[in-house]
């Protein structure tokens, strides 16, 4: 941090976050929290809480989560010092100096180097494409593929001269040293070459991260070079697996969706034509990652992969990513064209948005490619395409859904509704379920386990934290150790330790830890959904069922540590082996 922990929280404390939060988003007080539509994500029913007593808020759509801090910096995008400053003099707090530790200096130095690098090669290769005569071509290619000025500015489109010494000279001469012009990712280094540009002969795209900050680059080569695209490689600052394209501006698009393509140009084309919700994933498959990033901004994502076989499969393979994440997922046909840019060129806007409206639903879509597969004119081949319907349909654990999307199916490809809900149910009480595209069987069950002991985890957090006064009576059982999860231990330490002192603030917590992905993880700690249960008699039950998978999952985990031999974990297994007993016999009373 940059301030000392005893002026950020002055300064958290003194600003009430309802009154914060008002400023930008009507809040309406229903039971203990205040409720408004979330900035965060498109919704038009309020599911974002305030909390007066935790000084937190809480998505229930998008999962948003944190303190008055993170607030300001989620939406001003402003950096912690900077959020920090608006709250101080609201708050009419004077703010001392800031204070950097030597380690703080070199490591934020470091990154702002390599960002800088970056900036300035996009400023050179923007030059070269429209001052250099060598950019003659780059311009020309992107002229043929009808891409405005606006356009080309907008995105800070450039180019890469065939020499490959320009770039390194130009940054040397802004002061950069070799080191850092490497580790940039702009210039790679040979015994035989020295330092040379990593890219010449194309024309470039600069990646920007959601605030605007160029932190890779796309190339395109001029002619029939190998390969078509090239990518810089990870640094310190790029991460291909947690950025988009076009993110820094699709994310205020506010479209209601978010639509995923396959290549640089097709996002370009998409924004040049209206479509600024438009994102691809950095020259590597779709991620996870991507996706959870994604899902902070909207629920619905729409497909417009290239129509051919290996566009396909890369949908395929997406649309069982976006459902693991938990997003609405639909394909665009963009039959008769290839991609998206072809499309937009041939048909244009009108007719791109009418495919917008009509895109299939993903599961409609996968059975459709799978049809492909069968001769479906054969009995034998039929009877099999059925079989495969049947798996896959057992996959919708949720019984309305699994029963619409039978019933839709089966009307589809004429199959007898009754002996297809059969085979389902023959398929889904031995347990079979396909899973369409998704990690093996065996990860993935275990990833479901480690899913439970997170929730479990996450509950008990959650329940502490709205019912402080069962915090005496379980401690003695449950300690920060229990949290498997290390962001979960260090909440939990800090957490218990201030309900020991008695002056609990979760919104203090979230405010200890650094980056912005952590404090939303830990934020997220303390708005669980809890179930809703009639009597107290079975909160009581449910909160002790939870203490229980806490303590048996430690359990299991200093189990598994022991058998590898970890001398410390033999202790921890015997202790919670009694907690467990004790736990058993434990009467939790929650006196309402
Ligand atoms: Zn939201």
């Known amino acids: 941090m940059y301030y000392s922990d005893e002026i950020v929280e002055e300064i958290r404390a003194k600003s009430d976050i309802v009154g914060v939060i008002s400023g930008y988003v009507s809040l309406k007080k229903k039971g203990s929290n205040h409720w408004g539509c979330c900035p965060f994500h498109n919704e038009k029913t309020p599911s974002f809480a305030v909390s007066e007593n935790k000084q937190m808020y809480h998505c229930f759509g998008c999962g948003e989560s944190g303190n008055v801090i993170t607030f300001l910096m989620k939406y001003e995008n402003y950096s912690f010092p900077e959020a920090l400053r608006v709250l101080a003099d609201r708050a009419g707090v004077q703010l001392p100096e800031l204070e950097y530790s030597e380690e703080q200096k070199k490591r934020a130095s470091r990154r702002q180097r390599l960002l800088d690098v970056n900036k300035d090669a996009a400023t050179f290769f923007y030059y070269q494409l429209r001052k250099n005569p060598h950019g003659e071509v780059g311009l020309a290619y992107l002229r043929k593929r009808e891409l405005t000025d606006e356009t080309m500015k907008k995105f800070g489109l450039g180019y890469a001269g065939k020499n490959g010494g320009e770039l390194v000279a130009y940054l040397r001469k802004k002061g950069y040293r070799d080191e850092e012009i490497r580790d940039a990712g702009v210039a790679t280094f040979s015994e035989k070459n020295g330092l040379s540009s990593q890219f010449w002969n194309r024309v470039m795209f600069p990646i920007q991260d959601a605030n605007h900050r160029v932190i890779g680059f796309g190339g395109r080569v001029m002619g029939d070079g190998e390969p078509k695209y090239l990518n810089s490689p990870e640094t310190d600052i790029f991460d291909k697996r947690r950025n988009l394209y076009g993110l820094n501006y699709a994310r205020t698009a506010r479209a209601g969706n978010m639509i995923l393509c396959e290549g640089y140009m097709d996002v370009i084309a998409m924004h040049q034509a209206g479509f600024s919700q438009a994102v691809a994933s950095l020259g590597t498959a779709f991620t996870p990652e991507q996706a959870h990033l994604i899902h902070r901004y909207t629920e619905q994502v729409l497909l417009a992969y290239d129509s051919d076989g290996a566009g396909v499969k890369a949908a395929l393979r997406a649309i069982g990513i976006l459902r693991n994440e938990g997003l609405t997922a639909k394909v665009i046909n963009m039959r008769p064209h290839k991609d998206p840019d072809e499309f937009m060129k041939a048909l244009g806007r009108e007719a791109f948005q009418e495919r917008i409206d009509q895109a299939e639903n993903s599961f409609f879509y996968e059975i459709r490619m799978l049809e492909s597969n069968y001769n479906v004119k054969d009995p034998e081949e039929r009877t099999k395409f059925h079989r495969e ?201 929650l006196d309402e």
Request: net charge negative.
């Open 389 to 589: 319907i049947a798996t896959r349909l057992c996959n919708f654990e949720e019984e309305v859904e699994r029963e619409n999307y039978l019933q839709a199916i089966a009307e589809k490809y004429y199959i007898g509704v009754d002996n297809l809900r059969k085979l389902v149910a023959n398929y889904a009480a031995a347990g079979i379920a396909k899973p369409v595209e998704r990690p093996k069987s065996g990860i993935q069950s275990k990833t479901a386990a480690q899913e439970g002991a997170k929730r479990a985890q996450k509950l008990l957090i959650t329940w502490i934290a709205d019912y402080p006064q069962i915090f005496p009576k379980i401690r003695p059982y449950i300690s920060p150790a229990d949290f498997t999860e290390e962001l979960y231990a260090k909440v939990t330490e800090r957490m218990f330790a201030d309900l020991e002192k008695g002056n609990f603030q979760p919104a203090e917590i979230i405010s200890t830890f650094e980056d912005e992905q952590s404090q939303k993880e830990a934020a997220e700690l303390f708005f669980e959904k809890l179930p809703e249960m009639e009597t107290t008699q079975e909160k009581e039950q449910a909160l002790r069922d939870v203490i229980l998978a806490v303590k048996r999952n430690s359990y299991e985990h200093f189990k598994q540590k022991q058998a590898e031999r970890d001398i410390n974990a033999i202790t921890q297994v015997l202790e919670a082996k009694k907690a467990l007993l004790a736990l058993e016999k434990l009467r939790i009373t």
